[in-house]
C-alpha cells in the first residue's frame, strides 16, 4: 500500500515536471528515446562479419603434407577437397601410365628427383617386390612438395592392387593395399574327342586352368594315353572378381574324370593341396628347405629386427642360408611361379604361388631357371643361389608367407603328411561333398 502512494507521488512529480519543461525540451526528449529504441534493433554486423572468418580458416589446415595419402588414396583426397577450396600447399601431382620401355628412374629424372631417393625407395620395396619392373598399362602418381621433395608414390600394380610410399617422419612407409574382391565358382564340363588340352579349351577352361588340373592328377592319371572318346570331365574353378571385373586370378576348386572304367578325383584342401575323394594325397607333400643339404643360418627371420645404426624396426622376413654362389635351389611343393626377375635391392628374384594359402620367395639368386606364368612341381630346379642386389655376402634369403603375411618358413606347420591330417579330415569331407554338389555329380 505504501509503494503504491509512493509511486503515485512520483508519478505526479515526473507529470508535473513534463507539463513545466519548455517545449523544445519536450520534444528533445521524445526525439531521444525514439532514437535509442531504433539503435537498439540494429544488429551488430561487426560481430557476425568474424564468425564467418574463424569458418574459413579451417579447411587449409587439411592440406597438411603429413598426414596427405596415408588416410585416403591421393586421387580421393583431390577430388574431395579439390572441388571446394583451393590447394594453397604449392604440391603439385604428377600421374603418369606406364607405356613400354617407361622405367620408375627415367620417370624420376624428369621430375628431378634424385637416383639416391628411388635406391631409398628400391630398399623399402624388398617388402613387397613391386617396384623393380614396371609394366604397360599400369599407373603411376607422384605428390611432390614446392621444395621438390617427393611426398607420396602410388603405383596401381593391378585391379587388386595398389602400393603406396608415404613419406612419414622423414622416412618412406609403404603399404600395399589388396582388395579380396568377390570369388565365384564357375563350372567347367565337357566330353573327349580329341586331345584333352583342346576340349577342356572348348568348355571355357584358360590354359593356366589346364595345367593346374593336369598337375593335380598327373601321378595318377595320364592324360595323353588314359582317355578315350566318350569320357568326361568336370572341373569347378573359384574365379576373382574385383568391382565386378575378372580379374583372372583363378583357382581349380575339383577335378573329376570319368573314364570307362574308373572316375579320378581330386579337391583342393584348405593347405593349398589337392586330395583325392578318400583323403588320400596326390602330390608329394611340401619340403621345409628349398636347399639339398644343411647350411648354417647366417640371419633367421625377425619381425622385430632393429637397424644397427638408426635403431628402428627393420623386419627381416626370411632366412638366410650361407651358401655359396650357384647353390642350387627347389621349390618346396607345386606352385605357379607368380614372379621372376631382377630387383636392385634383391637381386634376382622368384615368387611362387602354391594355391591361394602359401607364398615363397626366393632372393639374391645368381641364375634363374623357371619365369613367370610357369608350373612347377615339388624338388622342381628353380635357380642358384647369389649375391645379386644388395647383399653384403652369397647367401639364400628364403620367404615364407601365409595368406600374404611372411612368417618363419623354419617353424610354420607345413602339410608334409601323404593323407589329409585326422584333425582337418571333417572340413575336408564337407568341402568336398559341396564341390560334389555343385559340380552336379553327388552320386559319384
Ligand atoms: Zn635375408
Redesign the pocket.
Given at each position: 500500500m505504501l509503494l503504491l502512494i509512493r509511486l503515485k507521488t512520483l508519478l505526479k512529480t515526473f507529470v508535473s515536471f513534463i507539463n513545466n519543461l519548455p517545449r523544445k525540451h519536450f520534444f528533445a526528449l521524445i526525439l531521444l528515446f525514439v532514437f535509442l529504441l531504433v539503435i537498439s534493433f540494429i544488429p551488430s554486423q561487426e560481430l557476425s562479419k568474424k564468425t564467418i572468418k574463424r569458418q574459413l580458416v579451417l579447411p587449409a589446415a587439411v592440406v597438411t603434407p603429413d598426414d596427405y595419402a596415408m588416410a585416403e588414396p591421393i586421387s580421393a583426397v583431390k577430388e574431395e577437397y579439390g572441388k571446394v577450396f583451393p590447394d594453397f600447399s604449392g604440391n603439385r601431382e604428377v600421374q603418369i601410365e606406364i607405356k613400354a620401355g617407361d622405367t620408375l628412374s627415367g620417370i624420376f629424372q624428369k621430375e628431378g628427383l634424385s637416383a639416391a631417393l628411388l635406391q631409398e625407395l628400391l630398399e623399402v620395396d624388398k617388402q613387397y617386390l613391386r617396384l623393380g619392373n614396371l609394366l604397360p598399362e599400369q599407373q603411376v602418381k607422384l605428390l611432390i612438395n614446392p621444395e621438390n621433395k617427393l611426398l607420396a608414390l602410388k603405383v596401381v600394380i593391378d585391379l587388386a592392387n595398389t602400393l603406396t610410399f608415404t613419406l612419414k617422419d622423414g622416412e618412406y612407409v609403404s603399404l600395399l593395399e589388396t582388395k579380396k574382391g568377390e570369388w565365384r565358382n564357375s563350372l567347367f564340363q565337357g566330353s573327349i574327342t580329341g586331345s584333352f588340352y583342346i576340349n577342356a579349351k572348348q568348355s571355357g577352361l584358360s590354359a593356366g586352368q589346364i595345367q593346374q588340373i593336369s598337375g593335380a592328377l598327373h601321378e595318377k592319371f595320364d592324360f595323353n594315353r588314359q582317355l578315350r572318346p566318350g569320357d568326361t570331365f568336370h572341373a569347378l574353378v573359384s574365379k576373382q572378381y574385383i568391382d565386378g571385373q575378372y580379374s583372372f586370378d583363378s583357382e581349380v576348386l575339383a577335378v573329376l574324370i570319368k573314364t570307362r572304367r574308373q572316375n579320378y578325383t581330386a579337391f583342393l584342401h584348405e593347405d593349398g593341396r589337392y586330395y583325392a575323394q578318400d583323403g588320400l594325397g596326390l602330390n608329394k607333400a611340401y619340403r621345409r628347405s628349398p636347399l639339398n643339404r644343411k647350411y648354417r643360418i647366417s640371419?633367421r627371420f625377425n619381425p622385430r629386427r632393429l637397424h644397427p645404426v638408426t635403431k628402428k624396426i627393420r623386419p627381416?622376413?626370411?632366412?638366410?642360408f650361407a651358401t655359396p654362389t650357384g647353390t642350387k635351389v627347389y621349390s618346396v611343393g607345386d606352385g605357379l611361379v607368380v614372379r621372376a626377375g631382377y630387383h636392385p635391392a634383391a637381386g634376382n628374384y622368384i615368387v611362387i604361388k602354391h594355391g591361394r594359402k602359401y607364398t615363397t620367395r626366393f632372393?639374391?639368386l645368381s641364375k634363374i631357371y623357371v619365369r613367370k606364368g610357369q608350373r612347377i612341381k615339388m624338388g622342381h630346379l628353380i635357380g642358384k643361389t647369389g649375391n645379386t642386389g644388395r647383399s653384403t655376402g652369397p647367401?639364400l634369403?628364403y620367404e615364407f608367407h601365409v595368406y600374404n603375411r611372411p612368417v618363419n618358413a623354419m617353424k610354420v606347420s607345413l602339410p608334409l603328411s601323404k593323407e589329409v591330417p585326422k584333425k582337418q579330415k571333417k572340413v575336408f569331407d564337407k568341402r568336398r561333398d559341396l564341390f560334389l554338389k555343385e559340380m552336379g555329380q553327388e552320386s559319384i
Amino acid at each position: 500500500m505504501l509503494l503504491l502512494i509512493r509511486l503515485k507521488t512520483l508519478l505526479k512529480t515526473f507529470v508535473s515536471f513534463i507539463n513545466n519543461l519548455p517545449r523544445k525540451h519536450f520534444f528533445a526528449l521524445i526525439l531521444l528515446f525514439v532514437f535509442l529504441l531504433v539503435i537498439s534493433f540494429i544488429p551488430s554486423q561487426e560481430l557476425s562479419k568474424k564468425t564467418i572468418k574463424r569458418q574459413l580458416v579451417l579447411p587449409a589446415a587439411v592440406v597438411t603434407p603429413d598426414d596427405y595419402a596415408m588416410a585416403e588414396p591421393i586421387s580421393a583426397v583431390k577430388e574431395e577437397y579439390g572441388k571446394v577450396f583451393p590447394d594453397f600447399s604449392g604440391n603439385r601431382e604428377v600421374q603418369i601410365e606406364i607405356k613400354a620401355g617407361d622405367t620408375l628412374s627415367g620417370i624420376f629424372q624428369k621430375e628431378g628427383l634424385s637416383a639416391a631417393l628411388l635406391q631409398e625407395l628400391l630398399e623399402v620395396d624388398k617388402q613387397y617386390l613391386r617396384l623393380g619392373n614396371l609394366l604397360p598399362e599400369q599407373q603411376v602418381k607422384l605428390l611432390i612438395n614446392p621444395e621438390n621433395k617427393l611426398l607420396a608414390l602410388k603405383v596401381v600394380i593391378d585391379l587388386a592392387n595398389t602400393l603406396t610410399f608415404t613419406l612419414k617422419d622423414g622416412e618412406y612407409v609403404s603399404l600395399l593395399e589388396t582388395k579380396k574382391g568377390e570369388w565365384r565358382n564357375s563350372l567347367f564340363q565337357g566330353s573327349i574327342t580329341g586331345s584333352f588340352y583342346i576340349n577342356a579349351k572348348q568348355s571355357g577352361l584358360s590354359a593356366g586352368q589346364i595345367q593346374q588340373i593336369s598337375g593335380a592328377l598327373h601321378e595318377k592319371f595320364d592324360f595323353n594315353r588314359q582317355l578315350r572318346p566318350g569320357d568326361t570331365f568336370h572341373a569347378l574353378v573359384s574365379k576373382q572378381y574385383i568391382d565386378g571385373q575378372y580379374s583372372f586370378d583363378s583357382e581349380v576348386l575339383a577335378v573329376l574324370i570319368k573314364t570307362r572304367r574308373q572316375n579320378y578325383t581330386a579337391f583342393l584342401h584348405e593347405d593349398g593341396r589337392y586330395y583325392a575323394q578318400d583323403g588320400l594325397g596326390l602330390n608329394k607333400a611340401y619340403r621345409r628347405s628349398p636347399l639339398n643339404r644343411k647350411y648354417r643360418i647366417s640371419s633367421r627371420f625377425n619381425p622385430r629386427r632393429l637397424h644397427p645404426v638408426t635403431k628402428k624396426i627393420r623386419p627381416h622376413n626370411g632366412t638366410d642360408f650361407a651358401t655359396p654362389t650357384g647353390t642350387k635351389v627347389y621349390s618346396v611343393g607345386d606352385g605357379l611361379v607368380v614372379r621372376a626377375g631382377y630387383h636392385p635391392a634383391a637381386g634376382n628374384y622368384i615368387v611362387i604361388k602354391h594355391g591361394r594359402k602359401y607364398t615363397t620367395r626366393f632372393l639374391h639368386l645368381s641364375k634363374i631357371y623357371v619365369r613367370k606364368g610357369q608350373r612347377i612341381k615339388m624338388g622342381h630346379l628353380i635357380g642358384k643361389t647369389g649375391n645379386t642386389g644388395r647383399s653384403t655376402g652369397p647367401h639364400l634369403h628364403y620367404e615364407f608367407h601365409v595368406y600374404n603375411r611372411p612368417v618363419n618358413a623354419m617353424k610354420v606347420s607345413l602339410p608334409l603328411s601323404k593323407e589329409v591330417p585326422k584333425k582337418q579330415k571333417k572340413v575336408f569331407d564337407k568341402r568336398r561333398d559341396l564341390f560334389l554338389k555343385e559340380m552336379g555329380q553327388e552320386s559319384i
